[in-house]
């Protein structure tokens, strides 16, 4: 739980700085995008000069969010205050944070990782929360800043993201109290859920097709491989294979679904979804990455067929072990 005195330590900090960054974590979904630019808009309707940055660019599925077009790569180093969002250690901001640049600015940190390091000087971290813009809801509570179409659209699309329309585990029963008030503010649910997790180009649904035909299942572990033969083939954007995981997820062999993402150079991006027991975030722990109980990922450098076998064995050596 988040302690009300952070939530007055985190008002404090905002109130007292003037130039503020607000930074998403690299590869940005729809909370860290949701959250960061909800934030944006309700601190510059507080006067606050901010600037909204990410490593990454924005996915074209979430070019609907206000303020999407107006998100720099990195600080510009005059920042009073940085807050991160949704990301579980400040190496997620990647090089949106330059440590030099920034060295003696506080750090508001505001996640919901399970793995979150603490890293701020001031930590809204709950990890029963199912998503990043609950918190920053909070926050606006606390700064009195009323909720207008615009940031409830940001906010409601982090929800909507993280909970799969309020279809995850972790949804709970304030979620659902919170999106009904981003609704009353002006979002328009349906707008959100089409852009944000049912819309997708025909050259994706071919990628999908590609990935889903390369599907195997062993030992309660349903995995595949996304390629960049599949991308090439499919025409598919980079980022065209988001969502796909939840999909695998749920398989009815799936305890553990695992999705391998071939990114070149010998990099592969790994995302995991756990349907029974396993916690998940401590295999992407193992392998250097984070997450929550039930979703979490991690990036492996090495040889596809190396890095699968490595992944699957820590899933398959960790599922034996639970399971005496
Ligand atoms: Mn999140």
């Known amino acids: 739980m988040m302690s009300r005195k952070a939530l007055q330590a985190a008002r404090d900090?905002?109130?007292a700085a003037d130039r503020i960054l607000l930074a998403a974590h690299v590869d940005p979904d729809g909370d860290a995008l949701g959250a960061m630019l909800g934030l944006y808009w309700g601190l510059r309707g507080m006067g606050k000069e901010c600037l909204a940055c990410c490593a990454d660019p924005v996915p074209q599925v979430f070019s609907f969010l206000p303020g999407s077009g107006e998100i720099a790569r990195r600080g510009r180093g005059d920042e009073g205050l940085i807050i991160a969002l949704d990301a579980g250690q400040l190496e997620r901001l990647g090089s949106a944070y330059d440590e030099t640049l920034f060295q003696g600015v506080p750090v508001l940190n505001i996640d919901?990782?399970?793995t979150n390091t603490l890293f701020g000087q001031v930590n809204l971290v709950d990890a029963s929360s199912p998503s990043t813009v609950e918190l920053v809801m909070k926050l606006l509570v606390e700064l009195d800043i009323p909720l207008d179409a615009r940031i409830a659209t940001c906010l409601l699309t982090g929800i909507v993201h993280d909970t799969q329309c309020f279809r995850t585990a972790n949804t709970i029963?304030?979620?659902?109290?919170?999106?009904?008030e981003?609704?009353?503010?002006?979002a328009s649910l349906r707008k959100v859920v089409d852009k944000a997790l049912t819309t997708r180009s025909a050259a994706s649904l071919h990628l999908w097709g590609g990935i889903l035909d390369g599907l195997r299942v062993s030992d309660g572990v349903v995995w595949a491989w996304e390629?960049?033969?599949m991308h090439r083939r499919s025409g598919?954007?980079?980022d065209e294979g988001r969502g796909l995981i939840n999909l695998l997820a749920g398989a009815q062999e799936a305890e553990v679904a695992v999705l391998f993402r071939e990114r070149g150079e010998g990099i592969v991006d790994i995302s995991m979804r756990s349907q029974g027991g396993l916690d998940v975030s401590q295999v992407a722990l193992a392998f250097g990455?984070?997450?929550h109980r039930r979703a979490a990922g991690c990036v492996v450098k090495g040889s596809p067929e190396l890095v699968e076998g490595q992944v699957l064995e820590e899933i398959k050596e960790r599922l034996?072990?639970?399971?005496?």
Do not use: D, V
């Not at 034996?320 to 005496?324: L, N, Q, S, V």
């Open 320 to 324: 034996r072990t639970a399971e005496t």
């Open 182 to 186: 981003l609704m009353e503010a002006g």
């Open 227 to 229: 390629t960049l033969e």
């Open 289 to 291: 990455g984070g997450g």
């Open 13 to 15: 900090l905002i109130r």
């Open 173 to 180: 029963p304030s979620t659902l109290r919170a999106a009904a």
């Open 236 to 238: 598919a954007a980079e």
């Open 112 to 114: 919901h990782h399970t």
